[in-house]
């Protein structure tokens, strides 16, 4: 059997560094360690640092409550008012965030105080998207579908500025943006999606087009990896997600000729081994 894992699988740049910042702290902070929030969406990477004694804190009221310690902004940054905070109180920031999601937070921050009206697409749920929102003003709009368009509370000509989420599919966030050029909007358009995400979300639709079977390795909170099944499951209907070599059951590629393997950005090397490892020693 064929077994053809994704170049682009695995950790990107951005990932990479905020874990190896967090595991950086753990030898040369004085005093407790937190993350403010899980500091990637892969659980067996938070799960480590919390053994080795990190403690994820979920809650603006939990920072608060802090006095001593350092503070790891995760990957996918913060508002500026959770920064704010941290320096009323003294606390020691580390951080992470991704440079690809900094560069957003300058934008908005810049295009508010031109007076424009900031439009996020993406997810209004996902950590990113809320701290990307936190350095906009009150009227920021975050869009999700189509369908939420023409219910916005815009008025004819009104100034925007439209962003994405930087794990936002392609395709969509240009039929997004196609949808607002038609309402006449005075509109600047910055794609904001990682280059890397791009690349894998090509990568991942071309080999689950060639493929009999797919599976798809990342966190199940992980806005990217999420995608990522999405994708490959449009182009091949033997589409599988899992996390953890412990998910795969090899039944599932049971009679196939060629078994395709893409992972998340949060995906750690290890994990996408292990699964190769094992399709191509049970088959």
Sequence with gaps: MEVIVAKTAGFCFGVKRAVDQVYEQIQKARGPVYTFGPIIHNEEVVRDLEEKGVKVLETVEELEKL?????????HGVG?????????EGITVVDATCPFVKKIHRIVAEQKEKGRRVVIIGNPDHPEVEGIRGW??????????ASQIDDLPLCQGEKLCVVSQTTFNYNKFQDLVEKFKKKGYDIIVLNTICNATQERQVEAKRIASEVDAMIVIGGRHSSNTQKLY???????????FIQTLGDFNPECVNSVRSVGITAGASTPKQIIEEVHTNVRVKF
């Design 80 to 88: 500026r008012y959770v920064y704010d905070l941290l320096d009323r």
């Design 136 to 145: 906009g003003a009150e009227d920021t709009l975050v869009v999700k579908d």
């Design 67 to 75: 006095k001593e310690g350092t503070v790891i902004i995760r990957s």
């Design 230 to 240: 999405e994708i490959c499951q449009r182009e091949c209907k033997n589409t599988f």
